[in-house]
């Protein structure tokens, strides 16, 4: 009886098993596109906000620059801050905002917002 009191608190000391995907996500994304209305430039910054609650702090980054019939014109900014909560089950961040699923592709260092592709730096 001892011997299985023992084995169940050394089991219940042990920490828990690392989830890469969680590992993964803290830094800053980049996305590129051009076209011929413009060029657009996308960052994402994300950094742990809440260990506990599993809350993760989104920068957004945003520039335009339109061309309007061949003339490029002064160039768009925006610059969004929210948080998004990070799903153990789905290996995914929900943005509790908009509601926005965040995924994540260890090996390629890549995010992904529906078509939407980051690379991580």
């Given at each position: 009886m001892i011997h299985l009191l023992i084995l169940f608190w050394i089991y219940g000391c042990r920490e828990p098993k690392p989830d890469p995907v969680r590992e993964f996500i803290p830094g800053t994304y980049i996305r590129f596109s051009?076209?011929?209305?413009?060029?657009e430039y996308d960052t994402l910054v994300i950094s742990l906000q809440n260990n506990s609650a599993n809350e993760y702090k989104i920068i957004?980054?945003?520039?335009?620059?339109?061309?309007?019939?061949?003339?490029?014109?002064?160039?768009?900014?925006?610059?969004?801050?929210?948080?998004?909560?990070?799903?153990?089950e789905n290996n995914f961040l929900r943005e509790t905002e908009t509601?926005?699923?965040?995924?994540?592709?260890?090996?390629?260092?890549?995010?992904?917002?529906?078509?939407?592709?980051?690379?991580?730096?």
């Open positions: 051009q076209h011929e209305f413009g060029t957004r980054k945003w520039k335009y620059e339109r061309v309007l019939d061949g003339q490029p014109i002064e160039p768009e900014y925006k610059r969004v801050i929210t948080a998004a909560i990070y799903s153990i509601g926005d699923i965040y995924s994540f592709d260890t090996k390629e260092k890549l995010l992904f917002n529906g078509p939407l592709k980051y690379k991580k730096l």
